[in-house]
């Protein structure tokens, strides 16, 4: 069982920049990061692959948030700037075992506990 563990969460008014970080226990190919507000399902935010660190990125959150990965330490970091209210929600940090690493939910196989990201206007 891999081990995921989300940290850097907190509140913040809008506009400001909030950076989550997550560790891994064991490397996986594709990580990524998923978010749930209350009351909705849980969403694929952003992800990144193994080799050449491909991204891929919600409509929502494109030009905001920054997805890295530190591939000697298997540090996922999440840079989220601009941040508005409806960005407000868990952050969960994800991996999946597949190659496919398109941030769906169903790809991803591992959890991380989440993260608590609240946005004020």
């Known amino acids: 069982q891999v081990q995921l563990v989300e940290s850097g969460g907190g509140s913040v008014q809008a506009g400001g920049s909030l950076r989550l970080s997550c560790t891994i226990s064991s490397s996986r190919y594709c990580m990524g990061w998923f978010r749930q507000a209350p009351g909705k399902e849980r969403e694929g935010v952003a992800s990144i692959s193994g080799a050449g660190g491909r991204t891929y990125y919600a409509d929502s959150v494109k030009g905001r948030f920054t997805i890295s990965r530190d591939y000697m330490t298997d540090i996922l970091t999440l840079q989220m700037n601009s941040l508005v209210p409806e960005d407000t929600g868990t952050y969960y940090c994800?991996?999946?075992?597949?190659?496919?690493?398109?941030?769906?939910?169903?790809?991803?196989?591992?959890w991380g506990q989440g993260t608590q990201v609240t946005v004020s206007s």
């Open positions: 994800a991996a999946s075992r597949g190659i496919d690493c398109y941030p769906s939910e169903a790809q991803y196989d591992d």
